[in-house]
């Protein structure tokens, strides 16, 4: 009886589990930049996985239902089979190669960003997100934690010459469209994360030091970018609109917002 | 007999150093820490499946509940029931030793963890309450004043009732491993060993090298938080206001934390491993399968476990390229994991398959370890690990394998030598109903989760107001896995009335109820005297797993019966090489 | 082995010359020296972060470092001196080596107060900070050991295993040293 209830059950969560991805209600949120190669090096993992998670659990309540105890039966006493064990070993070390080679090959993409990158700096702190955009003359100014005043809340190094034209953004991140991006992400006081679940990409935010992604909007829309980092008691209300749009919308935009040179006093 | 002599009630069973005492000490004291975690996570449960229905529940109480539960549920509850309560009682009744090595340090290690167990609570009494800056404690958050709750008592006495917690770890190691090193009877060759006391010995050869390394963060941590030093802390803006800080590496701690934590994972799934080896082989009536591939299996995992803990920092800032070598070395660590998921298969495989309570427990081990085991590689593999990271997929994939699976690995255990224990059987169907509910229900709980980690849903949210591209029916899921979070948390009630009430009223025992062929049933006295043994400690002859040996008149072969009297010459599979059979 | 039967175990045991004393030491000391790597090793990482200023280092640590090194020696002559059943040559000895223990310990302390009278606390920079804690997570080792020394005085296995932590904490201690010293 315990058989045939335990092979049942076994059946049944495959077949839930099964259904339950195959609805399609829960799964990635639309893609909206470059990083189709991510979705494919993710689907082939969950590929994979999702093939071992089935067969092995099939194989599990078969063998339950098959090989239950029964009056006079007896177990076959077979402790050992070498070779059946190496040919199991290669099969998992096979799964293990079609998912990790195209995984490195996409990661090492990842991590080495093009170099028409527009930079933008992220700020992240408790608990919000701002952002700095390098101003015509394409760089970014220095800046400094220990500069961070109410008046200079990025810290801008004002002795920069670079710094003077950088323009600021204390709520929205707004992104020119099919434009490499490479974000340099800092933060204030704790750990943060800069997440845009679209976008598949994100990175911690560290006080202390710069980190780094990259990533091409490639669709006109408005994104949401989280915290996945815990940052305190503010964590889950920390997010950000995120604005992929035309480039001439974009810059529009972007000269209507303060520049460093304007609003930050020694 | 050098333990015979008048005992006092204090001395048999408060300052006991019979390992026997000291393992139902660490195991209640464990089981009933966890059952404050367990209501801990009905709290975090309430809130996300009934958000803002609780006046009690903020951000606040919500994030430090959430790092008291995992932290609870991690430290003080899998690894001390593990290592204290399984290692303690098995080890020396299962290699034929009379007591462990240091059975003063023994009994000290309860009760230094029973310490460490009273300044952990006492951080629920005292102002601002226990920390909340994650079980990770990653500073700055953990660190700075106000940065967080609980930041000013709160996480000094977590830190210090940490400290202390690995005092008593590094004092029951020493035992444990000592003990199998010295202590072993007369052939019981350490691959004579059954695979409990190798899982058990091989993750306490692991805390001995990690848990130093936590006790180095924790200090360093605790020293940045009390007296504002800067090992972690850099320059730093909170609230408006200049901290006096300047130059640490908040990374840094990361990978303190990480040495120590990932062989933390194997530290409670190695002796999981084991004691659900013994319990699918006994069980099964049949040798557990490539007994010496398992042995190595373990030991592989252990060692190359010391060099993939920088997998949980992918997405942390440190060099991106460490991320080449960790992807690898993580995703290594997947193949003696799937020769351990074959080989209990081909256990089963031609078993004689007795759906007992702790049967089912474990093949609720490998079904759940295989849904775990599988769901950890997208997050090893460094790039499915970029969007996936620190979403509830994490949350799924940790539960179900070292908290499900391990679970269902001490449950089947506790439901296994509960008669050796107690002389007693636990009650069969309270078991059965309890296995079900608790293994169909953390599909329920945790199998969801996949799905929200996939859509993006970030863990250690309070709510899930502000995310703007959920389905609809998220709310609806959420509290689907409420419902069923609680449904699980119910059976735990009953398996602690069963506990109970069969310590007492269950029916008797036999002196070997499974028919198993390892050293601890074949004691002269259920429960084992003080000395376990009686005159003589036993003699082994054989490996532990002599199942349904062809032409003998049993279905098992105790490992102290002579060799002599085996009807047939295979017996012994290490000896007569490996057999091959179809 | 005497201790094995008081210990739980009788009867056979495997032909090995290794005390179980020796391996639960051994084992200890593995636990230690990962103790101190872990410290090493985050104690290097932090160094080679801008703001680390080097502290000027008093001279008193060579003393220290010369009375660790001598109470290690006498130490040992009282263990072969028990060995040999010399009692009275190994008490001068162990009381010595004990001795002089307390005046290492004794010297790491002035030098706290000698730093701190130039201006160098806990949290002065991370320099000093981590020599607070190197040298008080080593005196502490040493402290515990003197206080199971009383137990191990007058046995010539336990002497000759504390006379093998001391060894391993002389160790430590001119690595922790050269450590301080070259940065």
């Known amino acids: 009886m315990h058989a045939t209830v335990t092979f049942t059950v076994l059946i049944l969560i495959v077949v839930g589990a099964v259904v339950l991805v195959a609805s399609g209600i829960w799964w990635l949120t639309p893609l909206a930049s470059n990083w189709g190669d991510i979705d494919a090096a993710l689907l082939i993992t969950l590929a994979v996985i999702g093939i071992a998670f089935v067969v092995l659990n099939l194989f599990l309540a078969y063998v339950v239902w098959r090989y239950r105890h029964r009056e006079q039966g007896r177990a076959h006493f077979w402790p050992d089979d070498t070779r059946l064990e190496k040919l199991l070993i290669g099969i998992t070390a096979l799964g293990i190669v079609v998912l990790l080679a195209p995984g490195l090959f996409v990661y090492s993409k990842f991590i080495q960003p093009p170099q028409d990158a527009m930079v933008i700096e992220v700020l992240g702190e408790q608990w919000r997100w701002s952002y700095r955009y390098p101003g015509p003359d394409g760089k970014l100014g220095r800046a400094n934690p220990k500069l961070i005043s109410p008046k200079n809340l990025f810290g801008v190094d004002l002795t920069d010459p670079a710094a003077q034209d950088d323009v600021l953004s204390y709520s929205e991140l707004h992104l020119p469209v099919n434009q490499p991006v490479l974000l340099e992400i800092r933060a204030k006081d704790v750990l943060h994360s800069f997440f845009i679940p679209n976008f598949r990409a994100k990175m911690d935010a560290v006080p202390g030091m710069v980190t780094r992604y990259w990533f091409t909007p490639t669709v006109e829309g408005k994104f949401q970018a989280v915290c996945a980092e815990l940052c305190g008691i503010g964590h889950h209300r920390m997010q950000s609109p995120v604005i992929s749009e035309r480039p001439e919308n974009f810059q529009q935009w972007l000269a209507k917002q303060p520049t460093v040179a304007a609003t930050v006093k020694p | 007999m050098p333990h015979d002599g008048p005992q006092s009630f204090w001395t048999k069973y408060i300052f006991s150093q019979d390992h026997k005492t000291i393992a139902i000490q660490y195991t209640i004291t464990a089981l009933l820490v966890g059952l404050f975690g367990l209501v801990l996570s009905w709290l975090l449960r309430a809130q996300l499946g009934f958000p803002g229905s609780f006046q009690f529940l903020n951000p606040g109480s919500y994030y430090q509940i959430l790092t008291q539960h995992g932290m609870i549920m991690i430290v003080y509850m899998l690894t001390a029931i593990l290592l204290g309560g399984f290692g303690n009682y098995l080890i020396p009744l299962m290699v034929g030793a009379r007591d462990m090595a240091f059975p003063f340090l023994n009994m000290l290690s309860y009760w230094v963890y029973f310490l460490s167990v009273i300044v952990l609570m006492a951080a629920f009494l005292v102002p601002g309450g226990p920390t909340g800056a994650g079980w990770t404690l990653y500073p700055p958050l953990s660190a700075l004043p106000n940065a967080a709750p609980g930041s000013g008592w709160g996480i000094k006495l977590m830190l210090i009732s940490l400290v202390i917690f690995i005092a008593a770890a590094t004092m029951g190691g020493l035992n444990y491993v000592t003990t199998v090193l010295q202590f072993r009877t007369r052939g019981m060759t350490l691959m004579r060993m059954p695979l409990s006391v190798w899982g058990i010995f091989i993750a306490s050869v692991m805390a001995l090298l990690a848990f130093p390394v936590l006790f180095v963060g924790g200090v360093m941590l605790l020293l940045d938080n009390v007296l504002g030093t800067s090992f972690f802390i850099p320059a730093v803006t909170l609230f408006g206001q200049q901290l006096p800080r300047e130059g640490g590496n908040p990374l840094l701690f990361q990978h303190l934390f990480w040495y120590f934590g990932h062989p933390e994972v194997y530290i409670v799934v190695l002796p999981a491993m084991g004691i659900a ?210 449904t699980v948390g119910v059976a735990q009630l009953l398996f602690l009335g069963n506990l109970i009430w069969s310590a007492m009223k269950g029916k008797r025992a036999d002196a070997n109820p499974w028919r198993a062929a390892t050293l601890e049933w074949q004691t002269p006295a259920t429960p084992p005297a003080h000395g376990n043994w009686g005159e003589q400690v036993p003699t082994v002859h054989r490996w532990a797993y002599d199942y349904s040996v062809p032409g003998a008149a049993q279905d098992f072969i105790p490992q102290n019966v002579a060799r002599t009297s085996d009807p047939s010459p295979v017996a012994h599979p290490q000896e007569r090489g490996a057999q091959r059979a179809g | 082995m005497k201790e094995g039967t008081l210990n739980g175990r009788d009867g056979y045991r495997e032909p090995s010359h290794i005390s179980t004393g020796q391996v639960g030491l051994w084992l200890f000391l593995a636990v230690a020296t990962m103790l101190f790597a872990a410290l090493l090793s985050a104690y290097i990482v932090r160094m080679g972060q801008s703001d680390w200023h080097p502290f000027p280092k008093p001279g008193l640590l060579w003393f220290n470092t010369g009375v660790l090194l001598l109470s290690s020696v006498s130490l040992r002559w009282a263990s072969s001196a028990l060995r040999q059943g010399n009692q009275k040559r190994a008490q001068l000895g162990f009381v010595a080596g004990t001795t002089l223990s307390v005046l290492f310990l004794i010297g790491q302390i002035w030098s706290w107060s000698v730093l701190q009278q130039l201006g160098y606390f806990l949290n002065t920079n991370p320099s000093s900070s981590f020599f607070y804690v190197l040298t008080a997570i080593h005196g502490l080792h040493l402290l515990g050991g003197l206080i199971v020394a009383l137990w191990a005085a007058r046995n010539t296995e336990r002497l000759r295993l504390f006379v093998m932590y001391w060894h391993f904490l002389t160790i430590v201690w001119v690595v922790l040293l050269g450590l301080i010293v070259l940065t």
């Open chain 2, 277 to 486: 080896s013994d319990l699918i082989s006994t069980h099964a009536r049949k040798p557990i399968f490539g007994y010496t591939a398992m042995v190595i299996a373990l030991a592989a995992i252990a060692t190359i476990g010391f060099i993939v803990w920088a997998h949980h920092m992918f997405v942390s800032g440190m060099n991106p390229y460490f991320g080449f070598f960790f992807a690898v070395s993580t995703l290594i660590i997947a193949i003696p994991s799937a020769v351990k998921v074959y080989n209990w298969l081909l256990t089963l495989w031609k078993g004689n398959i007795h759906f007992t309570v702790p049967m089912l427990f474990g093949i609720g081990w490998i079904s759940t370890f295989i849904i775990g085991g599988l769901t950890g590689l997208p997050l090893g593999n460094v790039i499915a690990d970029v969007p996936l990271h620190d979403t509830y997929f994490v949350v799924g994939h940790f539960h179900l394998v070292m908290g499900v699976a391990a679970l269902m690995a001490i449950f089947g255990g506790i439901y296994h030598w509960f008669p050796k224990v107690t002389g007693r059987m636990l009650n069969e169907t309270l078991g059965k109903l309890h296995f079900w509910v608790t293994f169909v229900g953390s599909y329920m709980i945790f199998f969801p989760m996949f799905l929200m980690g996939i859509v993006g849903v970030p863990r250690r949210y309070f709510d899930f107001n502000v995310l703007q591209y959920l389905p609809p029916q998220t709310g609806g899921l959420n509290l689907f896995i409420t419902i069923a979070a609680l």
